[in-house]
């Protein structure tokens, strides 16, 4: 394909899922709450991928691994986050920002779902997504050896975020847990999981579509994901909210990694220091220079002989 006809698709893709979202966002109007949006961001990238298949003309072993791989992750993601929109509610950072509009700006809840929500959501989706876009355009070369460790990347996402939600869901679901840290099974070594396996889903997506010209530039995706979840919207606004509910989430955060896994730092290297004991303590230095403790400053007190006051005091302390 030409640069202009993939100008084309991506563009009529972007229409695509901004019609999407101009419909739920109509919903939302009617369920006065956008939190769902969360569960159909992997689907939409679904549709993206579906989308794309039938109107280009790559590498069919390609096109179908990306269309799969993509297919897998969005429907697990996607069923997992929209069950636990039906049992949680409402997303209090939604409810934060429609709140914040309301009261800084005036704006009304449609406004600010429209502009804050769908429309960004939108267009974040369709970047996001660009290795299974682009990926599918060129013919040649074949899936070769970057392309299947891709795959095997992405698969390792898929796992790794499926058993840190499952984690995740039955530590939730424990009445003992509550005011807990989760810091076992996979969060033992990353405070992210999910988000970690999410990354690793999307690397691994784009260097299957990196063998081809096109889908070189597909890293914009990845770049951009990796950065909201680590810099932006993801690591920063979840724990500001789990260190108000959870008194001991600040010893996990010191000892443990917040992206990538790894062993946990030992305790002795994250325990705060504690003060030294009184009887530890370097005694005060008395009038006459010496480091005496208090008791022995009593027969120095004995031998004083009268002298004229000064103007600094010279009472001994009881």
Known sequence: MSLSEIAVLLGLNLVLILAVMGGLWALSLKLKDVSFVDGVWPLGMLLLAL????????????????????????????????????????????????EAQDRNKGWSFGKTALLFVFIPQALFLWLTCFPVQLGQVDYHPAVGWIGWTGAVLAVIGIGFESIGDAQLSAFRKDPKSKGKVLDTGL??????PNYFGDACVWWGLYLIAAETGPGRWAILGPLFLTFTLTRWSGIGITEKAIHKSRPGYAEYVRRTSAFVPWPPKPAEAVTAPTAAPRAAAKPKSSASGTSKPRAAAKPA??????????????????
């Open 51 to 98: 989308a794309t298949f039938p109107r280009t003309d790559g590498d069919l072993t390609r096109k179908w691994l990306l269309l799969w791989l993509c297919g897998v992750w969005a429907v697990r993601l996607g069923w997992h986050l929209l069950k636990r929109w039906r049992g949680a509610g409402a997303d209090g950072r939604y409810v934060a920002i429609v």
């Open 301 to 318: 007190a004995r031998k004083r002989t009268p002298a004229k006051p000064t103007s600094r005091q010279t009472k001994p302390r009881r």
């Open 187 to 192: 969060w033992r070594y990353t405070r992210h």
